[in-house]
Structure formats: C-alpha cells, structure tokens
T-cell receptor
Framework: DAMVIQNPRYQVTQFGKPVTLSCSQT?????MYWYQQKSSQAPKLLFH???????NEADTPDNFQSRRPNTSFCFLDIRSPGLGDAAMYLC?????????????FGPGTRLTVL | EDQVTQSPEALRLQEGESSSLNCSYT??????LFWYRQDPGKGPEFLFT???AGEEKEKERLKATLTKKESFLHITAPKPEDSATYLC?????????????FGKGTSLLVTP
C-alpha cells in the first residue's frame, strides 16, 4: 500500500544534542510537509517542500532545518533541542495534481528531550 | 488571519447516541475545508474535503456538511471505535497555498 513512513516512531535526545527525524513516502507526491504537534494542540506547520523548493513558515525557529534529497525522502533536523521542542512531529505529503491537494500524514515521531 | 474554532472541545456519547461536531472558520477565500480523525499517538487520518457551501460528504456513520461560516461533522449511531480526536483544517488564499490551518480538535469518547 502507498504510504507515508516515519522513523523512528519514538526518539529520546538530550538537551542540546542534535537529532534528525526521517520521513519517506511511496505516494510519489511532489509536496512534503513537517508539522509540530504538542499535547492537546493543533498541528502547526513548520515548513514544506514543493519538489526541491523549500518554504519556511515565518514563525519557525532557526533551530529547525529540513532536507529533501529526493522525491521520496525528507528529513527534519533539530540542531539544539530544548525542552520546549518535545512534541509529536508529523510528516505529510500531497500532490498538486489532485483537485484539492489533500494532505496525507505519517504516524508521527514522538520526541522526548531530557 | 485565518481562524478555525472547533466545538465542543470534548464530547462523551453513549453508543448509538447521534451528535454533531462543529468547525467554524474565518478565512480570506476558502480553498478547501478538511476533516481528519486522529487516534492517540498516531498521525491524522484523512476523512473528507469540502469546498463549496452546501456540499455534503458521507462515509459510513460520518457525514460532513459545509456552509459559508462553518462545517459540521455528524456522527450517526456512533460505536466505541469512533472514539478519537476529530480535527478540522482550512486552506485559504491568505496562506502559502499549501498550508493547512488546523483547529484544536474535538475529543470524542463513545462508551458502550
């Protein structure tokens, strides 16, 4: 089945220690997104890629970076995690050729910062 | 700035007790309203897209409707497996064209 895969599902890191989260997709969608979701809150868009074009949301901290080496993979790098960065990180994909560009989400990575 | 407000924040129903969840929105040029279901510790699962006022979509016990100011997710004769958080999101002319602006969700609990 076509899907969005995130690894790892759970990640524990130490305060200030860089961490990388991974997302891959078999849907061949041209847009990939990273969202941050804290407990009982709405998902908040951090950035997205349209093909190789990177689009950062205005309020995304500089501590968050992303890479998309090819269509299938996208990475979220947190350079110096703080306690406030503990959250669920969701990857999503969409295709601009679809009428309403619906976004399909992966299962998420739960990040804990000690 | 787009605003999406969902109510109630939490809803407890008995199995078979039908009800509706509300999503009210204020946007500059709606380009789609989306409903998702999210189970604890998982990513949101896509349910419906609505685009025009008056539009309705159905899937099993769920029916989504749209007006110019709000959307409803009607749940008919719910079962315990319908327990989840239901998220509403909008895309509009005021954001990047790809971004979804989510509401905080309604947490639904259906008891046997």
């Amino acid at each position: 089945d076509a899907m969005v895969i995130q690894n790892p599902r759970y990640q524990v890191t130490q305060f200030g220690k860089p961490v990388t989260l991974s997302c891959s997709q078999t849907l061949n969608h041209n847009v990939m997104y990273w969202y941050q979701q804290k407990s009982s809150q709405a998902p908040k868009l951090l950035f997205h890629y349209y093909d190789k074009d990177f689009n950062n949301e205005a309020d995304t901290p500089d501590n968050f970076q992303s890479r998309r080496p090819n269509t299938s993979f996208c990475f979220l790098d947190i350079r110096s995690p703080g306690l406030g960065d503990a959250a669920m990180y969701l990857c999503a994909t969409s295709s601009v050729s679809e009428a309403y560009n619906e976004q399909f989400f992966g299962p998420g990575t739960r990040l804990t910062v000690l | 700035e787009d605003q999406v407000t969902q109510s109630p924040e939490a809803l407890r129903l008995q199995e078979g007790e039908s009800s509706s969840l509300n999503c009210s929105y204020t946007v500059s040029g709606l380009r789609g309203l989306f409903w998702y279901r999210q189970d604890p510790g998982k990513g949101p699962e896509f349910l419906f897209t609505l685009y025009s006022a008056g539009e309705e979509k159905e899937k099993e016990r769920l029916k989504a409707t749209l007006t110019k100011k709000e959307s409803f997710l009607h749940i008919t004769a719910p079962k315990p497996e319908d327990s989840a958080t239901y998220l509403c999101a909008v895309r509009s002319n005021s954001n990047s064209g790809y971004a979804l602006n989510f509401g905080k969700g309604t947490s639904l609990l259906v008891t046997p």
